[in-house]
């Protein structure tokens, strides 16, 4: 009875190991990237047993997105909603934050083709250093500031293409992206 007792002890302590293993690996495959542990390729620190009071962060804002071309060039991440000006040598002179449009352009490489130093914006707002370089069927997408300094929130129910940025970032902007810049936006 002994034997058949630690056999039926060893059967269900295995058939619970797999059921945890199951259900972690479940959590994990359904857990948000923003809580997910990162990929065995990446290599990582080992945890501390101790929470951290705040989450770390170890990406720096100016590293260029994967695929963002080379050389001189305005680089406009969609997801991240940000911006990276680039020098002639790749490297990231400044970055910025912006609220993007309702009609975005897809992914690829463009040029600056026109430029406004003041007028009012599609939705209304007054706008400045109007710095165009793609369109989505009739929409002309650019980055703009907004006079007042404001960065407002587009209404998604109007099909404007104003990237807007904050005045001291859309100065930066205009002093770098000329006529002919290269402007390269990824996913």
């Not at 001189?72 to 969609?78: F, G, K, N, P, Q």
């Not at 997801?79 to 680039?86: A, C, E, Y």
């Not at 975005?104 to 599609?122: H, K, L």
Request: charged share 15%; hydrophobic share 40%.
């Amino acid at each position: 009875m002994a034997r058949s007792s630690s056999g039926i002890v060893a059967g269900l302590t295995a058939a619970a190991i797999v059921a945890i293993g199951f259900l972690a690996y479940q959590a994990s495959a359904n857990a948000p990237d923003s809580v997910a542990a990162p990929s065995s390729s990446a290599s990582a620190p080992a945890a501390s047993a101790r929470p951290s009071a705040k989450p770390e962060t170890s990406a720096d804002p100016l590293a260029l997105p994967a695929g963002s071309g080379t050389g001189a060039r305005v680089v406009y991440a969609l997801k991240d909603k940000r911006v990276w000006l680039v020098d002639e040598s790749g490297r990231a002179t400044r970055t910025f934050t912006v609220m993007p449009s309702p009609v975005s352009p897809p992914p690829g490489t463009y040029q600056v083709t026109s430029r406004s130093g003041s007028v009012q914006g599609s939705d209304g707002v007054l706008i400045e250093h109007v710095v165009r370089f793609a369109s989505v069927g009739d929409v002309a997408i650019g980055f703009s500031a907004a006079q007042d300094g404001s960065m407002p929130t587009p209404d998604p129910t109007l099909k404007t293409g104003g990237v807007r940025t904050s005045r001291e970032d859309g100065d930066a902007m205009w002093q770098f992206a000329t006529v002919g810049a290269k402007v390269v936006v990824v996913a």
